[in-house]
Nanobody
Framework: QSQLVESGGGLVQPGGSLRLSCAASGFRLAYYSIGWFRQAPGKEREGVSCISINGATTNYADSEKGRFTTSRDNTKNTVYLQMNSLQPGDTAIYYC??????????????WGQGTQVTVSS
């Protein structure tokens, strides 16, 4: 079965860093683009970034540019989201999802359960 499992979330103080992992099982991650999303309480889910099969990345939010970096390690079947200079506004549940296309087309078909990121003093 195709599954994605996020990990690495937790409580961090403003200005801190976290590295989220998105581990794939049941399929080869190298064949798919993977997107990161987040949803804060009371808000709509928003895209964070996406990484294509060739490693090219797309950032969806201006506030995350330069602070968040997406990468992949196909040998580990894992995609990462490095988050630096975290702010309270980054507090959300973070999800990863598999895109059906080689690029980040928005056709996300498999989703993880999410990992909670809380930025607070």
């Amino acid at each position: 079965q195709s599954q994605l499992v996020e990990s690495g979330g937790g409580l961090v103080q403003p200005g801190g860093s976290l590295r989220l992992s998105c581990a794939a099982s049941g399929f080869r991650l190298a064949y798919y683009s993977i997107g990161w999303f987040r949803q804060a309480p009371g808000k709509e889910r928003e895209g964070v970034s996406c990484i294509s099969i060739n490693g090219a990345t797309t950032n969806y939010a201006d506030s995350e540019k330069g602070r968040f970096t997406t990468s992949r390690d196909n040998t580990k079947n894992t995609v990462y989201l490095q988050m630096n200079s975290l702010q309270p506004g980054d507090t959300a549940i973070y999800y990863c999802a598999r895109d059906r296309s080689a690029g980040c087309s928005g056709s996300f078909e498999v989703w993880g359960q999410g990992t909670q990121v809380t930025v607070s003093s």
